[in-house]
């Protein structure tokens, strides 16, 4: 009994794994390929872009000002100090700003995109876009993902910039300490595989995020109900996969551009 | 039109021209879902200007004979023709083009509820980049022919159950379909504007002559359209002399996923098929 469920699990897992495989393989060819829906490109660009960037900014002001004051304490044991800024910059560029940012995205859009598309296809608006000629993966998908992949390259931009900023606010003003130290070091140390690192990570958060949340919607089937389970399965798969994926590409280019 | 086996009735009646071939054509489609057998072995087809009734009760398969019928679901056996073409294992890609020449009608309507009313009978139109001078005339046009002229800036959610659908036939008129296929364009309604919206099919079938294909488990639906005609003066359907019955009006009825009548209103009044006089009665 116990094995059958184990078996039947795997199974839906492996099915579910194969046919993700394929809507993103397929999404990720739409990109290149015209028709592009430039409006709606604009209008989810806006919606994910915008609409995101209060939370992003709260976020990285917060987390930048965490980091400062938890290093500083550990760092004044070894009378480093003066590298907080140098601490914060990279933490933030090459770790905290894609992944903080790729999760609070994951939370607010892949949730709205499962929704939305879920709704759609239990009210048949799939269906009947399908029966007016026009391909629900480009019409709602391709946008929804390219979309995605611009502003999360631009929302970790934002990130960053905020933590850096929330990092040396605390740094002056709680553990007042120079300013111009905290940022001199948190620009000196800096190289370009470190940028490099941070900002290739986005792109592919914005694609899992997205291709996640119009998977999971798309894939709706048991009603109003079916639309919240397929909410929650979205939020849940692509932030663990962000983290997952994460540690991969962390250290691929760790192995292409090793520490000096 | 095909008759089927055994199980199919033939009846009496006027055939429909069939000069041009088909425009939609089931042979030994059955389809399962990886289950047991939703349809089986269905075997039938809609002539030119040819309007078929498909009956049956609730969760006989009905609705999914439909979406077979545009390819929205593909058949596990068997070959589906639309427009003469071969659709059962074509390219999704390739099935929008085809798709875009028939209109169809879903049970809820199935508008785009982030759309105006407006954008979304217009919405073949401006997806084909139609200057926005002719989609507003021609969605005036559609919904001039619904009676919904007023509703062109409203919302769908500011609908009731009736206009939605009246809506939902307006988008698919305004492309001029070369099919049209009605999902339980009743269900759910009052008797008024059941009668309203079967006014209007009565209308399209007598006005622009596109074949369709209706799905429905209402008796009175069925027979209303059967022996009415749309009067151009009147501005309305009007039954037909006693006795008559539009020819190229002809039903097919289902039973548990088979197809167990093909014919016409006098074939299925006068069957001996036990399931279809239950029916009936």
Redesign the interface.
Same mark, same amino acid.
């Given at each position: 009994m116990a094995f059958d469920t184990i078996e039947r699990t795997a199974k839906k897992l492996v099915l579910t794994v194969q046919d993700y495989s394929w809507f993103a393989y397929r999404a990720f060819l739409n990109l290149f390929r015209p028709p592009i829906y430039w409006p709606e490109f604009l209008v989810q660009a806006d919606i994910i872009g915008v609409g995101s960037l209060s939370i992003v900014v709260l976020a990285g002001l917060s987390t930048g000002g965490v980091l400062a004051l938890q290093s500083a304490a550990t760092l004044a044991a070894f009378g480093a100090t003066e590298v907080t800024g140098r601490f914060v910059s990279l933490t933030m560029i090459r770790e905290l700003g894609p992944v903080l940012t790729g999760v609070m995205v994951s939370g607010r859009n892949a949730s709205s995109m499962a929704s939305e598309l879920g709704s759609m296809v239990v009210t048949e608006q799939i269906d009947a876009m399908r029966a007016l000629g026009v391909d629900p993966m480009r019409k709602l998908v391709t946008p929804r993902i390219f979309s995605c992949i611009v502003m999360l390259f631009f929302l970790t931009i934002v990130a960053d910039a905020c933590g850096i900023a929330g990092g040396g606010l605390v740094t002056v003003f709680m553990n007042h300490q120079n300013g111009t130290q905290y940022f001199a070091m948190a620009y000196e140390h800096l190289r370009y595989p470190d940028i490099l690192q941070g900002l290739v990570k986005p792109l592919f958060f914005g694609y899992i995020i997205a291709s996640i949340g119009c998977f999971y919607g798309m894939r709706t089937s048991g009603g109003t109900e079916g639309v919240g389970r397929s909410t929650i399965q979205a939020v849940v798969s692509s932030s663990v996969i962000i983290i997952f994926v994460d540690f991969f590409i962390t250290q691929v280019m760790l192995t292409l551009f090793p520490a000096p | 039109m095909s008759s089927k086996s055994n199980s199919v009735s033939s009846a009496p009646g006027p055939a429909p021209a069939t000069a041009a071939g088909p425009v939609v054509a089931f042979r030994g489609v059955s389809v399962g879902f990886g289950g047991p057998p939703v349809l089986e072995d269905i075997t039938f087809s809609v002539a030119p200007g040819e309007t078929r009734v498909l009956l049956g009760p609730a969760g006989v398969g009905k609705s999914v004979l439909l979406?077979l019928t545009?390819g =929205?679901l593909r058949p596990d056996e068997g070959s589906i023709q639309l427009f003469g073409k071969e659709i059962s294992r074509m390219p *999704? $890609?390739w099935l &929008? %083009?085809l @798709?875009?020449r %028939?209109g169809?009608v &879903? $049970? *809820?309507g %199935? =508008? &785009?509820?982030s759309l105006t009313v407006r954008d979304n009978v217009g919405? $073949?139109l401006i $997806?084909e980049g139609v200057p926005d001078e002719t989609i507003d005339r021609r969605v005036r046009k559609a919904l001039r022919f619904v009676e919904l002229e007023e509703t062109f800036a409203l919302y769908p959610a500011a609908l009731s159950g009736g206009m939605r659908r009246r809506v939902a036939i307006a @988008?698919a008129l305004i492309h001029k379909p070369e099919l049209l =296929?009605y999902d339980s364009p009743t269900g759910g309604l009052d008797p008024v504007t059941s009668t309203t919206i079967i006014d209007l099919i009565v209308k399209e079938r007598d006005v622009y002559h596109a074949p369709s294909l209706l799905v429905t488990h209402r008796l009175q639906d069925a027979f209303t359209l059967c022996t009415h005609r749309f009067d151009a003066e009147k501005g309305h359907m009007v039954p037909l002399p006693k006795g008559e019955t539009d020819p190229n009006t002809t039903f097919l009825m289902l039973e548990e996923g088979r197809l167990i009548f093909d014919g016409t209103l006098h074939g299925l009044l006068h069957t001996e098929n036990k399931f279809v006089r239950e029916f009936l009665e």
């Open positions: - | 979406k545009n =929205l *999704e $890609q &929008f %083009a @798709r875009s %028939a169809m &879903f $049970q *809820e %199935a =508008l &785009f509820d919405y $073949q $997806q @988008r =296929l």
